[in-house]
C-alpha cells in the first residue's frame, strides 16, 4: 500500500500499490482494450445497471496512470441541484484518475468488493467520487484474463446506501466471469462482441 500526497482538502487518500499496471497496460494494448469506448461493452454495462437496479454500471479497464470506462451506464437524467443549496454534482465521464473511486481496490485484492455505505469506511469514505459524484454504495468484481493477469473490473454504484448482499455478490461475480469469456473469444475474433 502507498499513501498519495495531501489533497487540497488535506486528506490522505490510501491507494493500493499495482506492481501489476505496466504489465496491464502493455496486455490491454495488445488485446486492443481500454483506449476507446465500446457499443457492445456500453450495452452490457446497461444489462447490468438493470440487473442490479443500479444507476450506475461500468465496464472498467485500469491502465497506470487512469481508469477508462469502455462500457458505461449513467443515469439518463442529471442529478438534481441539492435542496441545501450546494453544488450539482458533475457527470461520470469515461476517464478516471486512477485514485478515484474503488476499482483499483478490487484489482489489487483480485477479488469482489461490495461497500454498502462507502462513508462505512474510512478507507473509502473520503475517496474524491463520494465528495465529486456522490457515489454512497458499489458493487464490482475483477475481469481476470486467462493468463491469470486482471484487466480491469465490471461494477456498478448508487448514490443511496445499497444491501448488495451475497445475490449481489453471486451477480457482479458472475458478470465478470461471463464478459471476461465473451472479450477473450471477442478479442480472437475480432471485435465486436
Same mark, same amino acid.
Given at each position: 500500500?502507498? #499513501? ?8 490522505? &487518500? +490510501? ?10 497496460? $502493455?496486455?490491454?494494448? +495488445?488485446?486492443? &482494450?481500454?483506449? =476507446? ?10 444489462? +447490468? %445497471? ?14 497506470? =496512470? $487512469? ?27 469515461? #476517464? ?15 477479488? %469482489? +468488493? ?26 464490482? %468484481? ?14 456498478? %454504484? ?36
Amino acid at each position: 500500500m502507498s #499513501y498519495d500526497p495531501p489533497r487540497p482538502a488535506g486528506r490522505l &487518500l +490510501l491507494t493500493p500499490e499495482d506492481k501489476e499496471a505496466p504489465d496491464r497496460a $502493455r496486455r490491454l494494448r +495488445l488485446l486492443g &482494450l481500454g483506449e =476507446q469506448p465500446e457499443p457492445a461493452l456500453d450495452a452490457f454495462a446497461g444489462r +447490468l %445497471a438493470e440487473r442490479t437496479g443500479a444507476p450506475y454500471a461500468m465496464v472498467n479497464f485500469i491502465g497506470e =496512470q $487512469r481508469q477508462f470506462f469502455a462500457g458505461l451506464r449513467i443515469p439518463a437524467t442529471r442529478p438534481p441541484v441539492p435542496a441545501d443549496g450546494g453544488e450539482a454534482k458533475p457527470e461520470v465521464g469515461r #476517464y478516471m484518475e486512477r485514485d478515484h473511486g474503488f476499482c483499483p481496490h478490487v484489482v489489487v485484492r483480485r477479488k %469482489a +468488493l461490495a461497500l454498502e455505505d462507502v462513508r462505512d469506511y474510512p478507507r473509502f469514505a473520503g475517496n474524491p467520487v463520494v465528495d465529486e459524484f456522490g457515489i454512497r454504495s458499489y458493487l464490482g %468484481a475483477p475481469l481476470i484474463d486467462s493468463t491469470g493477469m486482471v484487466l480491469g473490473t465490471v461494477c456498478v %454504484a448508487d448514490v443511496e446506501p445499497r444491501t448488495w448482499g451475497k445475490p449481489g455478490l453471486e451477480t457482479i461475480k458472475s458478470s465478470a466471469s461471463e464478459l471476461m469469456a465473451r472479450l477473450e473469444q471477442g478479442v480472437a475474433g475480432g471485435l465486436p462482441l
